[in-house]
């Protein structure tokens, strides 16, 4: 039995890492750097093309439940996480070089995966391969692209996604800029880049300052959308001159929001702040975090210049845009994530219609789970994950049939089913009785308690087989 994988991003390789475990024989296809897209810059594997953070590691948030579940089940791109984790508060962030270095190492090494440097421009041929999964991600080529939408019968879906700068500490003027932590919460990691004071570098800005930033990024050059593209934004990704058409103090309470940060300058809030996230665990690069962007290069530099302790920022990385392809998942894909018109071919990571880094990688590892039930001649509720988890929150939103416009989306705790968990809320139904409603913070904590002793569970089935 042969499979092969197209993609080595984060699904693709934990596709991979998942099937060579279990003693399949695995070809990982991976386009770079023969071609190149218009966001990586290296060769290696699982490289991060937007954001360096994987989001909240906090026990009571969505995202960290699914992190938790991910490596109670040996998730890979967790393992990496762990070893080029840089400070970010309560954030699982890492140096992007570190990390897809060490994922790349790990699947060179293994000796049932083969990595092969070439383009998948088809999917029509028949090949050598038992199955086919495309875990190719947001930026499919366009041939493969072409073969996958003629495949699922459905007309292409996409959306605009936008990357943030990524500052050179040693422009950064410390004078101004403040380190520190929201709230004053101390680190979860140390490392050299960060100490004592917090993580994150901050820019403060009093009220004319915001102003004079929000008038020039408004006047600003951008980069339009093609004339036969409709321009349409992820609402997790939003660019930050998007935002400010919603209005002026829409930065405010996003990407530029100042509660729990007392300026030392003059012992209180600011009116706005820009926080700066380390790239590395050197501190030498830092990402201007929430800051996407579609506005051109030139004036990027000179709108950015404008936050205080920017002014004369050089940049490793400027921010830019590319579009992202995803498919009509109810529609087109079965239980197992299969096409329906063509079921040796599974779909895998961000294509499916899940966004983020972390839940296109569970995404990988639950579809190696149903490759691997159809190997084995299970069936697919034998590996489907329980509805109470993260796992299956995000499997119940690609087959939520009843959705008009499906869109991507990332684990929250809308996707968590309350019919799922009510042995678990009863309890505490009759506990806030009086109340008439659960305390958010006590249904969370359910939750993830819950759903980790349902994933405990299903990883024990799982090695019982």
């Not at 695995?26 to 954001?51: D, I, W, Y």
């Not at 729990?260 to 501190?283: C, I, K, M, S, Y």
Request: one cysteine or more; aromatic letters at 8%.
């Amino acid at each position: 039995m042969k499979i092969r994988v197209a993609g080595g991003g984060l699904a693709g390789t934990e596709v991979a890492y998942t099937l060579a475990k279990a003693g399949v024989s695995v070809s990982l296809f991976e386009m770079r750097p023969q071609r190149e897209t218009e966001a990586h810059k290296t060769g290696n594997l699982a490289e991060l093309v937007c954001s360096n953070s994987f989001k909240s590691l906090s026990p009571v948030t969505a995202s960290g439940i699914l992190k938790e579940e991910m490596e109670l089940l040996g998730s890979l791109s967790i393992a990496a996480a762990r070893k080029s984790q840089v400070g970010a508060g309560e954030a699982l962030a890492v140096d992007r070089d570190l990390f897809s270095q060490e994922v790349t190492d790990r699947i060179e090494a293994h000796p049932n995966i083969e990595i092969i440097r070439e383009e998948i421009v088809g999917l029509e041929a028949p090949s050598e391969f038992d199955f086919t999964i495309v875990a190719t991600g947001p930026l499919t080529s366009p041939s493969l692209s072409e073969s996958l939408q003629k495949i699922s019968r459905e007309a292409e879906f996409y959306f605009y996604d936008a990357i943030s700068p990524v500052v050179q500490s040693e422009s950064i003027n410390t004078e101004i800029v403040f380190r520190g932590n929201r709230h004053g919460k101390e680190s979860r990691f140390a490392s050299d880049a960060n100490d004592s004071k917090g993580d994150y570098l901050n820019c403060p800005l009093n009220e004319a300052e915001y102003n004079r930033f929000l008038d020039a990024l408004d006047a600003a050059e951008k980069i339009e959308a093609k004339s036969f593209e409709r321009l349409k934004h992820f609402e997790g990704c939003m660019p930050i001159e998007e935002m400010l058409k919603r209005g002026r103090d829409t930065l405010r309470f996003g990407p530029m929001r100042p509660i729990g940060f007392d300026d030392p300058r003059t012992g209180r809030w600011p009116h706005a702040l820009v926080q700066l996230r380390a790239e590395n665990r050197e501190g030498t690069a830092y990402n201007m975090v929430g800051f996407q962007t579609r506005m051109k290069y030139g004036a990027q530099k000179e709108v950015f210049r404008l936050i205080p302790g920017l002014e004369s920022a050089q940049f490793y990385r400027l921010g830019s845009m590319h579009r992202n392809a995803f498919v009509n998942a109810p529609k087109v894909l079965n239980d197992d994530l299969s096409l329906v018109h063509q079921p040796n071919i599974f779909l895998a990571g961000q294509v499916t219609g899940v966004e983020g880094y972390m839940e296109s990688a569970a995404i990988g590892m639950l579809v190696a789970r149903f490759a691997l039930a159809r190997i084995h001649g299970r069936t697919v509720e034998s590996v489907r994950p329980p509805r109470a988890s993260a796992f299956g929150a995000l499997h119940s939103h690609l087959r939520n049939m009843e959705s008009p416009d499906f869109q991507p989306m990332g684990i929250n705790f809308g996707l968590f089913s309350d019919l799922a968990f009510e042995p678990a809320l009863a309890p505490l139904r009759k506990r806030f009785f009086k109340r008439k409603k659960i305390p958010k913070t006590d249904k969370r904590a359910m939750i993830a308690e819950w759903s980790l002793a349902q994933i405990r569970r299903y990883r024990a089935k799982e090695t019982a087989i």
